[in-house]
């Protein structure tokens, strides 16, 4: 049984920037592709970014392509999300997420297998 746990969350204004980190335990951790996903009140819980196993494939949804940067520390167990330029619309609940059954990153929610229990991320204007 894999356990993730998100930190790095807060408050911060418009333009600002945020690291957020999804620290592993319970499993070989670069095994797993490992995923951001992010969810606002009230919407549908949606793909933020993926990275593959060795961190040589990345993927982001457009509407954080060229503020957000994915990456991962297979040493210490440990996926990130750097996230500037933030605007408020970037504000939600973020989670990650790892797919131990496929090699290639993955947008769709259902093809992770475990989850952490998520970081508020507020932006204000």
């Known amino acids: 049984q894999v356990q993730l746990v998100e930190s790095g969350g807060g408050s911060v204004q418009a333009g600002g920037s945020l690291r957020l980190s999804c620290a592993a335990s319970?499993?070989?951790?670069?095994?797993?592709?490992m995923g951001w996903f992010r969810q606002a009140p009230g919407k549908a819980r949606e793909f933020v970014a993926a990275v593959t196993r060795s961190g040589g494939g990345i993927d982001y949804a457009d509407s954080v392509k060229g503020r957000f940067v994915i990456s991962r520390d297979n040493m210490k167990n440990t996926v990130y999300l750097q996230m500037n330029s933030l605007k408020s619309e970037d504000t939600a609940v973020y989670y990650c997420?790892?797919?131990?059954?496929?090699?290639?990153?993955?947008?769709?929610?259902?093809?992770?297998?475990?989850w952490g229990q998520g970081t508020q991320v507020t932006v204000s204007s």
């Open positions: 319970g499993g070989i951790f670069s095994s797993y592709v």
């Open positions: 997420a790892a797919d131990w059954k496929r090699g290639r990153s993955s947008r769709l929610k259902f093809e992770y297998d475990y």
